[in-house]
């Protein structure tokens, strides 16, 4: 059991890190005077994924949008965009594709997105959806339905649109689904081979034993200034605090980059920019210096790890003639020999802790540089250190942050199978999903394949594809509904997967706004967004520091629906046991939040009263309309990733085949890929500066934006402040511009055989020479000819897969050209309703 005295003095340590007093139940509220009606005027809190919020409200209309919380000194901008949520860009009615309408048996798919739009009532727009998805069914199976919905739908627990969906397609009949996602699709599948677990999203060493014990801070391939402005609940907004000490504090820090990203600068740290993609030849260099100069720690290898040796053949050349030595390195890397050396020696010699990002894994053979990561760090012997070896998440919702003892709010499931007989609903199968849990890597689907493969699924219906050590056959999808994500943006080589999105017979979408994907839709359902509906969430995705009332700030726009009540609706039409059974037995949105509000409550009083931070019952806690903040635990504060793994490798044995880190994986020679070997493994990309041309000089790398969240807060104005010219600015380096003839401030066309699109140059030493840098998110916007007037830069990346393995997106590889744009500048449309629409 924790020592009191320890619990608190830990606790007041943290002191340093803002926190909020916990909630106190000093006056109870009757539960016969909680609401859940609307305030006119007033404040409201809420949650988003940039953090919680409090709203002013006046008149019933958001007039102020501010943080609920100053955890650090930095701002974060996108907190103070709510109103634009509401009231911009909105889709306020149902709408249907005309042909569709007319014919849905014969709708015209290659129309879409160039037709016009027909208003129609909900009533019919609801009947419409349950009609033809029935019709799917019958008549080509439940394989010919997918149902879509990626990621960073809203921060609510309950209102998740993404499981509604599955929930929805599940009772009426099954669907086809995806696994795995943009963000770390080689990563999460190489890591529970090589380290027993996806890694990505794990708890990493406490931030605080790294302040404490670490000498060194490395940075590779991530910008946390800027990503850590976002979570995937909700940011507690610590990450960004802890940072703040770390630049006060003696540790060196070094930033591993094509650019100078804005946490390089705030740091002020030492800058190296290798050429993109040679992450793994860079490492490669390293590992043999530390041979060479003998600076490897065997013990840890002859007892942590399994297959250095043969690692070892392959870094001197005995299976290819090739010495991957440190001239090797320097020449595919760009980075000097000098440099490799002495980055090897700073990380043996020092207490080194590696903060990857995902972007590097982002990449053609997007499995190996994570993979070469760890064997790096197992070759320096640090990893379970308080200070040194490797984290994947210090960039991602706030990795590091110590960990609450606190209750953890549940959330909506996708529920159970519906077994139909003869068009009659029989009842609902086992559960085959858990509440809560890892929501982004749950599959509710009969069957599923990568998620990034589903332009090529939907191109090319019964190819198979290995995948993973199996084979995966494409269905024939024919229905695709989606909620609560935009594909059409999201997605790699936008003109060919805006062809695949041309051949289904049906595509619905739930939508706010009149994204790309919804004017890419036959029926488009317009949706609430979280500020016009009740919910609960929790911020911090590792530190559960808070419990988040997230109470409807304002009146639905137009005739907009929660997506639990849309697909309640549709169950209707399907009959009262299929509303039934989605709804169980009628619940409402605020019967599941109480749910899961009074769940959480049960396991802070299961902590006992010495430990357990006070929560009030559910009626006072959303009267006060108020966060509940929980206690870090003494573990928490003092936590090492994989501590107790060195500790005890046989008692505390790593979910691979050998219960250690596996440098060499049997499992993965025996799948005998070409594009994935059973070691580290530099491969040479597709496209890379190694074979650049005249006709794309330019690597282009598409980070994740500062000022967004992918595509949300796109049509905010927010973007009056980093927009050039109205187009999504790009890094250019300030030698290449010169020789291209191109200023700050001006309109550039980049362009390769894959599409053209037009953006803002930035001029800037920040970006290495012949690299680019055109931030993803922005809103697909082609003109008459193709051209992209926005700047949504996967209209130029390439949609093949990082490896049979994983099956992950490449969008940071890929070549372009750059010139600067002649002639008149076409006005914007991506955030305009479509003609029909109002």
């Given at each position: 059991?924790?020592?009191?005295?320890?619990?608190?003095?830990?606790?007041?340590?943290?002191?340093?890190?803002?926190?909020?007093?916990?909630?106190?139940?000093?006056?109870?509220?009757?539960?016969?005077?909680?609401?859940?009606?609307?305030?006119?005027?007033?404040?409201?809190?809420?949650?988003?994924?940039?953090?919680?919020?409090?709203?002013?409200?006046?008149?019933?209309?958001?007039?102020?949008?501010?943080?609920?919380?100053?955890?650090?000194?930095?701002?974060?901008?996108?907190?103070?965009?709510?109103?634009?949520?509401?009231?911009?860009?909105?889709?306020?009615?149902?709408?249907?594709?005309?042909?569709?309408?007319?014919?849905?048996?014969?709708?015209?798919?290659?129309?879409?997105?160039?037709?016009?739009?027909?208003?129609?009532?909900?009533?019919?727009?609801?009947?419409?959806?349950?009609?033809?998805?029935?019709?799917?069914?019958?008549?080509?199976?439940?394989?010919?339905?997918?149902?879509?919905?990626?990621?960073?739908?809203?921060?609510?627990?309950?209102?998740?649109?993404?499981?509604?969906?599955?929930?929805?397609?599940?009772?009426?009949?099954?669907?086809?689904?995806?696994?795995?996602?943009?963000?770390?699709?080689?990563?999460?599948?190489?890591?529970?081979?090589?380290?027993?677990?996806?890694?990505?999203?794990?708890?990493?060493?406490?931030?605080?034993?790294?302040?404490?014990?670490?000498?060194y801070v490395v940075i590779w391939g991530a910008d946390p200034i800027s990503t850590l402005r976002i979570a995937w609940t909700s940011s507690d907004q610590r990450g960004l605090a802890y940072f703040e000490k770390l630049k006060k504090s003696k540790i060196k820090v070094i930033c591993i980059d094509p650019v100078r990203t804005d946490t390089a600068k705030f740091l002020n740290a030492k800058w190296i920019s290798p050429r993109p993609n040679t992450d793994v030849a860079l490492m490669i260099g390293m590992a043999s210096h530390l041979i060479a100069k003998n600076k490897v720690n065997y013990d840890f290898l002859d007892n942590y790890t399994t297959g250095f040796d043969k690692f070892k053949d392959y870094i001197d050349g005995k299976e290819d003639g090739v010495k991957k030595d440190v001239k090797w390195a320097s020449k595919i890397s760009g980075i000097s020999e000098k440099t490799i050396r002495e980055l090897a020696e700073t990380f043996y010699d020092n207490p080194t802790m590696i903060m990857s990002g995902w972007g590097m894994q982002r990449a053609h053979y997007g499995e190996q540089p994570h993979w070469m990561l760890v064997t790096l760090a197992s070759m320096i012997g640090q990893i379970g250190t308080k200070g040194g070896g490797f984290g994947l998440s210090y960039h991602y919702s706030n990795g590091g942050v110590p960990t609450c003892k606190s209750g953890v709010i549940g959330g909506i499931n996708a529920g159970s199978l519906g077994i139909w007989e003869n068009g009659k609903f029989k009842g609902l199968a086992k559960s085959n999903q858990a509440a809560g849990g890892a929501e982004w890597l749950q599959n509710a689907a009969s069957a599923s394949f990568p998620v990034a493969r589903i332009a090529d699924a939907l191109l090319n219906p019964g190819k198979t594809i290995d995948h993973n050590g199996g084979k995966i056959t494409y269905p024939d999808i024919d229905f695709i509904y989606w909620a609560g994500g935009n594909p059409l943006v999201h997605h790699q080589d936008t003109n060919n997967n805006v062809k695949a999105w041309r051949k289904p017979r049906t595509i619905v979408v739930n939508e706010i706004y009149w994204t790309p994907t919804a004017k890419m839709a036959d029926i488009v359902m317009p949706a609430t967004s979280s500020y016009e509906r009740d919910d609960i969430t929790m911020t911090g995705d590792y530190s559960n520091m808070n419990i988040v009332p997230m109470k409807q700030a304002v009146e639905p726009v137009g005739e907009s629906r929660d997506d639990y009540v849309i697909f309640s609706d549709i169950c209707k039409v399907y009959g009262k046991d299929v509303f039934n059974a989605y709804t169980e037995n009628g619940k409402k949105a605020k019967d599941f939040i109480k749910e899961y509000y009074n769940s959480a409550l049960k396991q802070t009083q299961s902590f006992g009263e010495v430990f357990a931070t006070p929560m009030p019952n559910f009626e006072e806690f959303w009267a006060k309309n108020e966060p509940i903040t929980f206690d870090v635990t003494a573990e928490s504060y003092e936590w090492t990733r994989f501590l107790e793994f060195i500790e005890d490798p046989i008692l505390n044995a790593l979910g691979t085949e050998s219960g250690l880190i596996e440098i060499y994986s049997e499992t993965i020679k025996n799948y005998n890929y070409d594009d994935c070997k059973a070691h580290p493994t530099w491969f040479e990309p597709i496209e890379w500066l190694g074979n650049a041309t005249k006709e794309a000089p330019f690597h282009l790398l598409t980070n994740h934006p500062k000022d967004r969240l992918h595509s949300q807060l796109c049509h905010t104005n927010l973007r009056d402040t980093y927009a050039v010219k109205d187009r999504e600015p790009i890094l250019i380096n300030t030698k290449d511009a010169k020789k291209l003839g191109i200023k700050n401030g001006d309109v550039v066309r980049v362009f390769n055989k894959r599409g053209e699109v037009l953006a803002g140059a930035v001029v800037t030493d920040d970006i290495m020479q012949g690299v680019a840098r055109l931030c993803e998110g922005a809103w697909y916007d082609p003109n008459e000819n193709g051209l992209c007037k926005c700047g949504n830069a996967n209209v130029l990346t390439m949609d093949i897969p990082t490896s049979k393995l994983a099956n992950g997106n490449i969008s940071h590889t890929g070549l372009v050209n750059i010139e600067k744009f002649k002639g008149d500048l076409p006005a914007l449309s991506a955030f305009d309703a479509p003609k029909g629409a109002n």
């Open positions: 059991m924790l020592d009191r005295r320890k619990f608190l003095k830990v606790g007041a340590a943290l002191t340093a890190i803002p926190l909020i007093p916990s909630i106190s139940a000093a006056k109870s509220v009757e539960a016969t005077k909680v609401s859940f009606g609307l305030i006119k005027n007033g404040e409201v809190i809420t949650a988003a994924h940039w953090g919680a919020l409090k709203l002013t409200i006046k008149n019933g209309k958001i007039v102020k949008s501010e943080p609920w919380e100053k955890a650090t000194n930095m701002d974060n901008p996108l907190q103070h965009y709510t109103a634009d949520m509401v009231y911009k860009s909105r889709v306020k009615y149902p709408y249907v594709r005309k042909s569709y309408l007319e014919d849905p048996d014969n709708p015209k798919p290659e129309l879409r997105g160039k037709e016009e739009f027909v208003r129609v009532s909900y009533d019919e727009a609801i009947k419409l959806i349950a009609k033809e998805l029935k019709k799917t069914r019958d008549t080509k199976g439940t394989s010919a339905v997918f149902g879509g919905s990626y990621g960073w739908k809203s921060s609510g627990n309950m209102q998740n649109a993404r499981i509604l969906l599955h929930r929805f397609l599940n009772v009426t009949g099954g669907f086809v689904g995806s696994t795995g996602d943009y963000s770390t699709g080689a990563s999460q599948v190489i890591m529970p081979y090589v380290v027993g677990s996806i890694e990505v999203y794990e708890q990493q060493t406490s931030w605080e034993n790294i302040l404490g014990n670490s000498k």
